[in-house]
């Protein structure tokens, strides 16, 4: 399978008008796309103005076709009006000498991503409501990602399916991030993922797979456990929390 995440900045006064164009335009077209499995808009808990477009496909070939043959542009332009213009602007010196100020346009942010294991179930038509995913990004050392996916597959996966709400995982891999990997979970409350890291499994799970994080990281556990205060690294595990605003599988 191949996922594709598409962070867009949503206008504050389109923040609840987005849904229903991703529901009544974007899921149709996205639908009537070959080899397209699951679309869902996510919103970010810590920041409602940010969204992501998460949808799954059967083959990199069919995402790649779906971008390339003009969908993803048209699409992308029709809910240009339900988005953040810009966060910078850009000045010149026009053909007068007077200076002009330009917006920058916002430009979505897409990560092409291989699913390289998975919970084994697909996402069903029912699996809506107050639905809620979460994102974990991990760095990790050179040549370790194998390993890592291996223990994904036999360990972690096994173990967030007991879990109360964990309903779909998936460890993804960027076509460009070269050491980062992402679990991907899905769960059918926000209350049901809070009380999963509340627990300590999450904490359990990590213990599993900390060897193959990257040398800066193992390096920042190591002063913090020493020091007893926290430590900021360009490699630090993000972790993120969205609701599934709207979604339907195909």
């Not at 992308?76 to 000498?97: C, I, M, N």
Request: aromatic share 10%; proline share 4%; charged share 25%.
């Amino acid at each position: 399978m191949f996922m594709r995440l598409v962070q867009v900045k949503v206008r504050p006064d389109m923040a609840d008008s987005l849904p229903l164009m991703y529901s009544e335009r974007i899921i149709p077209a996205l639908r009537s796309s070959p080899g397209c499995l699951y679309a869902s808009l996510i919103r970010s808990v810590g920041n409602p103005e940010e969204a992501i477009s998460m949808t799954l496909w059967d083959s990199q070939q069919h995402a790649e076709e779906y971008e390339q043959g003009g969908l993803f542009q048209k699409l992308l332009g029709e809910a240009r009006p339900y988005l953040a213009e810009t966060s910078e602007w850009k000045v010149q010196l026009s053909k007068d000498f007077t200076l002009q100020y330009q917006p920058v346009p916002e430009e979505p942010v897409v990560k092409s991503l291989h699913v390289t294991a998975d919970s084994g179930s697909m996402l069903s038509a029912a699996d809506r409501g107050r639905m809620f995913v979460r994102i974990v990004s991990v760095h990790l050392r050179a040549g370790a990602k194998e390993e890592f996916a291996r223990l994904y597959a036999a360990e972690i996966i096994p173990t967030l399916l007991e879990v109360k709400g964990c309903r779909y995982a998936f460890l993804t891999e960027g076509l460009e991030e070269r050491n980062e990997v992402l679990s991907i979970t899905i769960w059918e409350t926000a209350e049901d993922a809070t009380a999963y890291e509340q627990a300590g499994i999450f904490r359990h799970l990590q213990a599993k797979v900390e060897h193959t994080y990257s040398d800066l990281y193992l390096w920042k556990l190591a002063a913090e456990k020493k020091s007893g205060q926290s430590v900021s690294t360009t490699d630090d595990l993000h972790v993120r929390g969205y609701d599934v605003v709207t979604g339907s599988s195909f």
